[in-house]
């Protein structure tokens, strides 16, 4: 497969190619909502196609930044902005955040095969 990349004489080919590949590469979040009820249901299903319930409201897992783009240009679609608010903590390894659970876990993610 080819992928061709726009470039100017002065931008190097190397970091053109670089850079237009970071599009492709994973990124682990941790998605945090807060809608009006009338829209719940909606954005839980939209948000459960792109990421891993965790509990009421809340999602994590790993996603192409193409992916979340899309994800938030279809939340923003159900949401009303002057009233709910979406939240995303992003980083690009998981490894980087530590995850303390204290109390019952909502949905632990070891039952996935």
């Known amino acids: 497969m080819f992928y061709l990349f726009p470039f100017t004489q002065s931008q190097p080919t190397q970091s053109l190619i670089h850079n237009s590949l970071i599009n492709f590469q994973y990124m682990y979040v941790i998605l945090v909502y807060d809608i009006g009820e009338a ?3 909606k954005m839980l299903k939209l948000c459960r196609r792109y990421l891993n319930w965790i509990q009421n409201s809340v999602f994590e897992g790993e996603i192409k930044e193409v ?14 902005k002057s009233h709910d608010s979406l939240i995303i903590f992003s980083s690009r390894n998981e490894r980087w955040l530590e995850k303390q659970i204290i109390g019952q876990e909502r949905n632990s993610l070891d039952n996935i095969l």
Do not use: S
Request: proline letters at 0%; glycine letters at 0%.
């Open 39 to 41: 829209r719940v249901a």
């Open 67 to 80: 992916k979340l783009k899309e994800l938030i240009m279809e939340a923003e679609k159900i949401m009303d």
